[in-house]
């Protein structure tokens, strides 16, 4: 079997990391699948790639804070570079011949550069199912149904797609609602439920000695994500530090692979200041440092907080807002249920935040059973799409009868 999967790229690694996370469940539960991932991520290779997916990296793109697409390292134009991305999408569409493609994020990807790849499958190979995959939240519901008609997404999905799968809980969020999702749309919609982060590699006493953190010591692990906008965060938190450092306390400060160097050195030469916290730049198992954790500090993005979510973790989030406002809705949504601790970024300040952490260290959330959300995401995607690989007419989905039975 041969999957072919788009992943969304332009600001953070959040799309990459979900999209890695899909792919890898999927080699576990599907035989003999090949995977072509497609990202314009410059982060990709620093990535542990299971057996089974190989990528083709396209020129990379910036969104920017305010949303505006510009090459991010080429001396070319945005429509160059869109042009660009486009031809080499199409060309190893036709040559690696899927038998799904999975699309991220966006119906027609960025800027409509999948327009010209999914005008030839439905023409020239109508047999490839073409999956796209939503996250729970877009955006602010008006924003994002301005959009979409704007675009004719809704249309994309009625024309173009068999199916939309959802990576999010209706009951936290229900997409179809909020969104004004035509009929014919929503019916192909399936809710998966979020992603179950499986554990690191490391153990929560090896992390811990690794940081030289004893008992009484507690550990607070702050993370930005790719940390691209994360400066603000870090900044508050080790001001906050000096305010009133909680008692018998570490800090791990990860700035991730994309926060500017200016910015992780003048961050790096605050901290060298300040006992008990150390940092790193980037790992690729940020879920054994997690689990370490007493507390974490982060923001709302949709990676980190299935991470807090899988291991009932205590969380101060600080959601980013612009230029959409994904990660403070589902920050709001998530608090309201008791599962976090939110501090609104327009509200953010070092005694602020310093005092969410100080509580959430003396009094953790309780994790109440009711108010847990669907963290099923990973079986429902593997089962739909096997389902859907099952029912085509290519020759090589015959190959489905040996998977794995996945209960619903």
Not at 83 to 108: C, E, G, M, W
Not at 260 to 279: G, I, K, M, N
Not at 317 to 344: D, F, N, W, Y
Request: proline share 6%; charged share 20%; with cysteine.
């Amino acid at each position: 079997m041969r999957l072919m999967v788009y992943s969304h790229d332009a600001y953070g690694l959040g799309n990459l990391r979900r999209m890695l996370a899909i792919c890898t469940h999927l080699l576990a539960e599907i035989p003999n699948l090949s995977i072509l991932l497609i990202s314009g991520s410059p982060m990709l290779h620093s990535f542990r790639l299971p057996k089974g997916l190989d990528y083709i990296k396209l020129p990379c793109l910036n969104r920017g804070l305010f949303g505006n697409l510009s090459a991010k390292y080429l001396g070319t134009d945005t429509e160059e570079t869109i042009h660009l991305r486009s031809q080499l999408i199409l060309s190893a569409t036709s040559n690696f011949k899927p038998d799904l493609l999975l699309v991220d994020k966006k119906p027609y990807g960025i800027n409509h550069e999948l327009a010209e790849t999914l005008n030839f499958l439905q023409e020239k190979r109508p047999q490839v199912k073409r999956v796209l995959l939503l996250r729970d939240i877009l955006d602010r519901s008006d924003r994002t149904i301005a959009e979409w008609q704007k675009h004719d997404y809704y249309g994309a999905i009625q024309s173009l797609y068999h199916q939309v799968l959802v990576v999010g809980d209706p009951d936290v969020f229900n997409l179809t609602q909020e969104y004004q999702f035509p009929l014919a749309a929503a019916q192909k919609v399936r809710f998966c439920g979020y992603i179950r982060k499986p554990m690191g590699d490391r153990s929560r006493t090896e992390i811990r000695q690794e940081l030289r953190v004893q008992a009484p010591d507690r550990l607070v692990v702050v993370t930005p994500g790719g940390g691209e906008d994360g400066y603000g965060l870090i900044d508050a938190y080790l001001a906050g530090l000096k305010l009133r450092s909680p008692q018998a306390c570490k800090s791990l400060i990860i700035f991730g692979p994309e926060m500017p160097l200016p910015q992780q050195e003048e961050l790096r030469y605050r901290a060298s200041y300040l006992p008990d916290v150390q940092w790193l730049e980037f790992t690729d198992d940020l879920m054994s440092y997690l689990d370490a954790a007493d507390v974490v500090v982060s923001m709302a993005g949709y990676n980190t907080t299935c991470e807090i979510l899988s291991l009932s973790k205590p969380a101060v989030v600080v959601p980013r807002h612009k230029p959409s406002e994904e990660q403070l809705i589902r920050a709001e949504r998530l608090a309201s249920r008791g599962l976090l601790t939110m501090v609104h970024p327009d509200r953010l300040a070092p005694s602020s935040l310093i005092e969410a952490v100080w509580q959430q260290l003396d009094s953790p959330l309780n994790f109440i059973a009711a108010n847990r959300v669907d963290l099923n995401g990973l079986s429902r995607i593997s089962h739909h799409m096997q389902t859907l690989l099952a029912d085509g007419p290519s020759g090589r989905a015959a190959s489905l009868s040996h998977a794995s039975t996945v209960v619903i």
